[in-house]
């Protein structure tokens, strides 16, 4: 497994402050929800760091960057080219990275839309993305962060409703994989 303050370094010089402090309470939380499912902690803090590794790319270079790789890219990114930053993220992570981890690729692939029936480093990542302790802005943060520690698949209910509200009120277009993710927890959801 690559050494975990070696990927730190290699990331603070990558990303700016904000965001590198982010990647590191991602870290964190992945770890701590690790602990709780009894999942590798290792991969788990590995995943956390390096999610948003590609968000150094400025948004509008995003499509241009990915064409270069061959990423396919769907209607919804041609649309909303900061979705590009989880495929471009796996390949980062694996290049410049040196992860070659199917289940922490996984967990970096689908951070940010979630999708059906994801693994548990996949609702992890997820979740932790969510909830790390310098996210302020979501309405109800406080339960959603109690929920993680009770129920992973409860908290992914949750949160792609919370988000689906969020991005609906803002006239912003949803993913379909997003959809599709809500779709198969909405089951899960309390309300
Ligand atoms: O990279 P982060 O800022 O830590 O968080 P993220 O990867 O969850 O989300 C990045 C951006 O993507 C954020 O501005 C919200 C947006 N996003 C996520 N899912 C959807 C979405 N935007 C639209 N329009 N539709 C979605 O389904
Ligand atoms: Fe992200
Ligand atoms: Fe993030």
Redesign the pocket.
Known sequence: MSDFNDLRTQLKNSLDKK?FY?SLG?SDTACALAMRYGYDMDKARIAGLL??CA?FIPVDKMISKAQKHDIPISK?EM??P??L??KLGVLYAKRDYGINDEEILGSIRW????KADMSILEKII?IA??IEPGRDKQPGLAEVRKLAFEDLDKCMARILGD??NY?SGRD????????EAYKFYEKYGSK
Request: net charge negative; no cysteine.
């Open positions: 965001r982010h991602v999610h948003d968000r919804e649309a909303n900061i979705l930053h989880a951070h940010t839309t979630g997820y993305d969510y988000t689906l991005l912003r277009a949803i993913d379909s994989m997003t959809n």
